[in-house]
Nanobody
Framework: QLQLVESGGGLVQPGGSLRLTCVAS????????IAWFRQAPGKEREGLSC????????KYAEHAKGRFTISRDNAKKEVTLEITSLKPEDTADYFCAASVWGAMCVIDEDTRTFKSTDFNSWGQGTRVTVSS
C-alpha cells in the first residue's frame, strides 16, 4: 500500500519561501498522480496542485496559481511543492495524497478546485507557519 510522508514545513517569515517534499515509502509513485492540499486552522482542507505520473500534466487550483510550483522525481519517489512569497494566510498543515484515479489529476474545470474524495493515501502532514 502506498504510504506518503511529507516534510519541509516550519516557521517562515512573510515573503519567504519553502520547499515541501512528499516521499513514498515502501512503494513506488510511478502509477499515481499526486496532489498537495492544505488545511488551515478552523478551515476545510483545500487542494492546491496535482501532477500526473509523467509530470507532463500539472493542474493548479485557481487560488494557487502563481506562487505554488509542483514537481516530481519518480526515481527519488518524491513530489515537491515550492511556495514563494509566503503570507500569514498560508499558515496551515500541508498534505500530499495520491489520486484514486491512478495517473490522472481530476479537477473541477469550472471552479478550478480539487475534491478530497478524489485522493487517498494521505500523509500525516507538515505544518507551515508564516509569521514575523
Amino acid at each position: 500500500q502506498l504510504q506518503l510522508v511529507e516534510s519541509g514545513g516550519g516557521l517562515v517569515q512573510p515573503g519567504g519561501s519553502l520547499r515541501l517534499t512528499c516521499v513514498a515509502s515502501r512503494s513506488t509513485l510511478d502509477y499515481f498522480a499526486i496532489a498537495w492540499f492544505r488545511q488551515a486552522p478552523g478551515k476545510e482542507r483545500e487542494g492546491l496542485s496535482c501532477i500526473s505520473t509523467s509530470g507532463r500534466v500539472i493542474k493548479y487550483a485557481e487560488h494557487a496559481k502563481g506562487r505554488f510550483t509542483i514537481s516530481r522525481d519518480n526515481a527519488k519517489k518524491e513530489v515537491t511543492l515550492e511556495i514563494t512569497s509566503l503570507k500569514p494566510e498560508d499558515t496551515a498543515d500541508y498534505f500530499c495524497a495520491a489520486s484514486v484515479w491512478g495517473a490522472m489529476c481530476v479537477i473541477d474545470e469550472d471552479t478550478r478546485t480539487f475534491k478530497s474524495t478524489d485522493f487517498n493515501s494521505w500523509g500525516q502532514g507538515t505544518r507551515v507557519t508564516v509569521s514575523s
